[in-house]
C-alpha cells in the first residue's frame, strides 16, 4: 500500500526558508510534486519532478522554492526561500508512476497518491 507522508510544516515568519519533507512508502514512484492550497482557493502545483531530471515549478514560486529527492530514502524535499504570508497554505505531497507529459506534471489530475497535508502558516 502506498503512503505518503509529508513534515516540516508549522508557523515562520515572512523572509524564513523551512524545508518540507515527504516520506514516501510502497512504491517509488517516478512523478513527484508539491502542491498546495489556501484557504478558501484551488488546490495548485507549485513544484513537480517527473524523476528523469526534469523539474518545473509554478511562476509563483519560480526562483524561490527548489524541488529536491533522494532516491535512496525514497524522499521528496521542498525548500523554500524567502516565505510570503500568501504562501500560507496546506502543503501535499502526491506521486504517481503513469507516463505523463512534462507539461502536465503541476496538473492535480496526474497524481493518484497524495499525503494528508502539512500547515504552513506565515505570519508578516
Known amino acids: 500500500q502506498v503512503q505518503l507522508v509529508e513534515s516540516g510544516g508549522g508557523s515562520v515568519q515572512a523572509g524564513g526558508s523551512p524545508r518540507l519533507s515527504c516520506g514516501i512508502a510502497?512504491?517509488?514512484?517516478?512523478?513527484r510534486a508539491w502542491c498546495r492550497q489556501a484557504r478558501g482557493k484551488r488546490r495548485e502545483g507549485v513544484a513537480a519532478?517527473?524523476?528523469?531530471?526534469?523539474?518545473t515549478y509554478a511562476d509563483s514560486v519560480k526562483g524561490r522554492f527548489t524541488i529536491s529527492r533522494d532516491n535512496a530514502k525514497n524522499s521528496l524535499y521542498l525548500q523554500m526561500n524567502s516565505l510570503q504570508p500568501e504562501d500560507t497554505a496546506m502543503y501535499y505531497c502526491?506521486?504517481?508512476?503513469?507516463?505523463?507529459?512534462?507539461?502536465?506534471?503541476?496538473?492535480?489530475?496526474?497524481?493518484?497518491?497524495w499525503g494528508t497535508g502539512t500547515l504552513l502558516p506565515v505570519s508578516s
Open positions: 502526491a506521486a504517481d508512476r503513469r507516463p505523463t507529459y512534462w507539461s502536465r506534471l503541476l496538473q492535480q489530475s496526474t497524481y493518484n497518491f
Open positions: 519532478d517527473n524523476g528523469a531530471g526534469s523539474t
Open positions: 510502497g512504491d517509488s514512484l517516478p512523478h
